[in-house]
């Protein structure tokens, strides 16, 4: 996979991000709050994220939770109608610009990896994150007596 040069600019914003990006979950079914269960939230670009969901919550129950910003690996397909020299563009659902400039020798058809910080992309993502639960192993056998 190529690495593409990626410049994404927004007139509403700066772009140095501080704070933590908030987002809202629902717990899934099967979840008790064992401490011992695990919840994940698979980001875009297929980023595990640890979430801790609150003491006394029950599947099925709503929270917000934060995810520190970071940038998450995307990927695109080089259009048929791409001319070498440009850039690919396409504007989120908040409105921001994105543009990939693939790298010399790209082609049609070929695959490309960019970066966007999760800030950037949370417009783009459905509302609550879908957690996945990983339950905990079962415990060893007993030893033979």
Known sequence: MNTAITRS??????????APVQLEAQLPRGYTGDPQQRLVWIAPGDVEVDVQAPRGFIAGERFTFDVDDRMIPLDTTVPSTWTPGT???????SGQLVEIKPPDGAAPGMELEFRLPLSDLIADIPLPVQLQLEEPPPPPPPPPP
């Open 9 to 18: 600019r927004s007139p509403l914003r700066p772009r140095l991000r501080l």
């Open 87 to 93: 850039f690919l563009s396409w504007r989120l659902k």
